[in-house]
Nanobody, 121 residues
Framework: QVQLVESGGGLVQAGGSLRLSCAAS????????MGWYRQAPGKQRELVAT???????NYADSVKGRFTISRDNAKNTVSLQMNSLKPEDTAVYYC???????????????WGQGTQVTVSS
Protein backbone atom coordinates (compact mmCIF):
# COMPACT_ATOMS: atom_id res chain seq x y z
CA GLN A 1 0.00 0.00 0.00
CA VAL A 2 1.38 3.37 -1.03
CA GLN A 3 0.34 6.59 0.69
CA LEU A 4 0.93 10.21 -0.22
CA VAL A 5 0.78 12.67 2.65
CA GLU A 6 0.59 16.40 1.90
CA SER A 7 1.43 19.29 4.18
CA GLY A 8 1.85 23.03 4.00
CA GLY A 9 -1.55 24.37 3.03
CA GLY A 10 -3.18 27.27 4.80
CA LEU A 11 -4.50 30.80 4.57
CA VAL A 12 -2.41 33.55 3.01
CA GLN A 13 -3.01 37.06 1.69
CA ALA A 14 -2.79 37.82 -2.00
CA GLY A 15 0.82 38.31 -3.03
CA GLY A 16 2.05 35.94 -0.34
CA SER A 17 3.78 32.59 -0.56
CA LEU A 18 3.18 29.02 0.55
CA ARG A 19 5.15 25.81 0.16
CA LEU A 20 3.39 22.48 -0.21
CA SER A 21 5.16 19.20 0.44
CA CYS A 22 4.20 15.61 -0.27
CA ALA A 23 5.88 12.44 0.92
CA ALA A 24 5.28 8.98 -0.51
CA SER A 25 5.54 5.98 1.80
CA UNK A 26 4.89 2.25 1.68
CA UNK A 27 6.05 -0.41 -0.73
CA UNK A 28 7.69 1.50 -3.55
CA UNK A 29 9.97 0.13 -6.27
CA UNK A 30 10.08 3.33 -8.30
CA UNK A 31 8.16 6.54 -8.95
CA UNK A 32 7.75 7.98 -12.42
CA UNK A 33 6.06 11.38 -12.62
CA MET A 34 4.94 13.29 -9.55
CA GLY A 35 2.73 16.32 -9.57
CA TRP A 36 0.24 18.68 -8.06
CA TYR A 37 -3.36 19.17 -9.07
CA ARG A 38 -6.03 21.43 -7.63
CA GLN A 39 -9.78 21.60 -7.43
CA ALA A 40 -11.72 24.75 -6.64
CA PRO A 41 -15.34 24.62 -5.48
CA GLY A 42 -17.66 23.84 -8.37
CA LYS A 43 -14.79 23.21 -10.76
CA GLN A 44 -13.02 20.15 -12.14
CA ARG A 45 -9.65 19.04 -10.85
CA GLU A 46 -6.89 20.60 -12.94
CA LEU A 47 -3.18 20.10 -13.41
CA VAL A 48 -0.93 22.60 -11.65
CA ALA A 49 2.54 21.17 -12.24
CA THR A 50 4.29 17.87 -12.86
CA UNK A 51 7.88 16.68 -12.71
CA UNK A 52 9.44 13.51 -14.07
CA UNK A 53 12.03 11.41 -12.30
CA UNK A 54 14.58 13.05 -14.56
CA UNK A 55 13.51 16.53 -13.52
CA UNK A 56 11.51 17.62 -16.55
CA UNK A 57 8.77 19.99 -15.44
CA ASN A 58 5.42 21.03 -16.84
CA TYR A 59 3.23 23.87 -15.57
CA ALA A 60 -0.26 25.13 -16.16
CA ASP A 61 -0.17 28.48 -17.95
CA SER A 62 -1.94 30.10 -15.00
CA VAL A 63 0.95 29.37 -12.61
CA LYS A 64 4.00 29.72 -14.86
CA GLY A 65 6.52 32.10 -13.39
CA ARG A 66 4.89 31.98 -9.96
CA PHE A 67 5.03 28.32 -8.91
CA THR A 68 8.04 25.99 -8.84
CA ILE A 69 7.85 22.22 -8.52
CA SER A 70 10.77 20.15 -7.24
CA ARG A 71 11.38 16.62 -6.03
CA ASP A 72 13.83 14.54 -4.05
CA ASN A 73 14.02 11.09 -5.65
CA ALA A 74 15.97 9.62 -2.73
CA LYS A 75 13.27 10.66 -0.26
CA ASN A 76 10.26 10.15 -2.56
CA THR A 77 9.07 13.68 -1.95
CA VAL A 78 7.72 16.45 -4.15
CA SER A 79 7.25 20.10 -3.26
CA LEU A 80 5.47 23.07 -4.74
CA GLN A 81 6.72 26.57 -3.99
CA MET A 82 3.90 29.02 -4.63
CA ASN A 83 4.74 32.72 -4.86
CA SER A 84 2.67 35.77 -5.78
CA LEU A 85 -0.48 33.94 -4.83
CA LYS A 86 -3.80 35.16 -6.15
CA PRO A 87 -7.35 34.62 -4.85
CA GLU A 88 -8.01 32.44 -7.90
CA ASP A 89 -5.35 30.02 -6.62
CA THR A 90 -7.72 29.10 -3.80
CA ALA A 91 -8.43 25.37 -4.03
CA VAL A 92 -7.74 21.98 -2.51
CA TYR A 93 -4.34 20.89 -3.76
CA TYR A 94 -3.70 17.20 -4.38
CA CYS A 95 -0.40 15.41 -4.70
CA UNK A 96 -0.14 12.71 -7.36
CA UNK A 97 2.45 10.07 -8.15
CA UNK A 98 2.86 7.27 -10.69
CA UNK A 99 4.16 4.42 -8.55
CA UNK A 100 5.51 0.97 -9.32
CA UNK A 101 5.40 -1.29 -6.26
CA UNK A 102 7.25 -4.26 -7.76
CA UNK A 103 9.77 -4.51 -10.58
CA UNK A 104 7.28 -6.45 -12.71
CA UNK A 105 4.17 -4.37 -11.88
CA UNK A 106 2.67 -1.54 -13.87
CA UNK A 107 2.71 2.06 -12.73
CA UNK A 108 -0.43 3.05 -10.85
CA UNK A 109 -1.74 6.50 -10.04
CA UNK A 110 -1.79 7.37 -6.34
CA TRP A 111 -3.43 10.47 -4.85
CA GLY A 112 -2.98 12.28 -1.58
CA GLN A 113 -5.88 13.36 0.61
CA GLY A 114 -5.58 17.01 -0.39
CA THR A 115 -4.61 20.17 1.44
CA GLN A 116 -6.57 23.42 1.43
CA VAL A 117 -4.97 26.60 0.12
CA THR A 118 -6.94 29.80 0.64
CA VAL A 119 -5.76 33.14 -0.72
CA SER A 120 -7.57 36.20 0.60
CA SER A 121 -7.83 39.43 -1.37
Amino acid sequence: QVQLVESGGGLVQAGGSLRLSCAASGTIFSINAMGWYRQAPGKQRELVATITSGGTTNYADSVKGRFTISRDNAKNTVSLQMNSLKPEDTAVYYCNAEVKVKIWSAYVNVWGQGTQVTVSS
